[in-house]
């Protein structure tokens, strides 16, 4: 709100369908968020809070009804949002 107060109109863009060329990266990084999602079970389990809150972020996968649901909220407020068909960098470049 204090942006828009300041007559700024935010725009916010988010990621769309994986990229074909980048599919084994992708799913490099999912197998990564995988193993910190495990890492922070067991940091967890062992009482250490603050390596699990650590590992658990790393291990965070934003999904595709969770872009729909922040869209659709911000949307609702009056923000621009646009899901981009690949990834968000080139569609902000745009």
Do not use: W
């Amino acid at each position: 709100e204090m942006m828009r107060n300041s007559g700024v109109q935010p725009v916010l863009v988010f990621d769309g369908e994986p990229l074909p060329a980048k599919r084994a990266i992708d799913q490099e990084r999912r197998h990564k968020r995988a193993a910190k999602r495990e890492e922070g079970q067991r940091l967890f389990l062992l009482g250490d809070m603050d390596g699990a809150r650590r590992s658990f972020v790393q291990g965070l996968d934003v999904t595709p009804a969770m872009v729909k649901e922040v869209a659709t909220e911000l949307a609702s407020l009056a923000f621009t949002c646009i899901v981009s068909p690949y990834e968000a960098d080139a569609q902000m470049a745009y």
